[in-house]
């Protein structure tokens, strides 16, 4: 990444980014993340409206939070601490899969693949 700056007039921040991400794989994931971030900053420090309206940028980059806080939240009702570590780190139930099977209950996708 390339960050170049400059000064238009006073209290005015005037700055430019430049990125060359990979084409594939998780470089081109967090580089295109870190890219979009940068730009929502330099909007800030200009006074403009940052992270959309409603705060749309934000609402995607807390996405991945509030899904691990959920499992977090969720190992609390399995029954054995190997149990509740597989449902915090990965989401997966393993009270579930003892109870309705490895293809989960009658509305698991893998039951119902078109809805």
């Given at each position: 990444?390339?960050?170049?700056?400059?000064?238009?007039?006073?209290g005015?921040?005037?700055?430019?980014?430049?990125?060359?991400?990979?084409?594939?794989?998780?470089?081109?994931?967090?580089?295109?993340?870190?890219?979009?971030?940068?730009?929502?900053?330099?909007?800030?420090?200009?006074?403009?409206?940052?992270?959309?309206?409603?705060?749309?940028?934000?609402?995607?980059?807390?996405?991945?939070?509030?899904?691990?806080?959920?499992?977090?939240?969720?190992?609390?009702?399995?029954?054995?601490?190997?149990?509740?570590?597989?449902?915090?780190?990965?989401?997966?139930?393993?009270?579930?899969?003892?109870?309705?099977?490895?293809f989960?209950?009658?509305?698991?996708?893998?039951?119902k693949?078109?809805?």
């Amino acid at each position: 990444m390339l960050a170049t700056g400059g000064s238009a007039r006073a209290g005015e921040v005037v700055a430019g980014v430049a990125a060359t991400c990979p084409a594939t794989g998780p470089g081109f994931v967090i580089c295109g993340t870190a890219g979009v971030l940068l730009h929502e900053l330099v909007q800030l420090a200009n006074g403009n409206e940052g992270f959309g309206p409603n705060g749309e940028v934000m609402k995607i980059l807390a996405a991945p939070v509030k899904i691990v806080d959920g499992n977090i939240k969720a190992a609390s009702g399995e029954s054995g601490e190997l149990d509740k570590l597989i449902r915090a780190t990965t989401g997966i139930s393993v009270r579930d899969i003892n109870r309705y099977g490895i293809f989960g209950g009658n509305n698991s996708v893998f039951r119902k693949p078109f809805g």
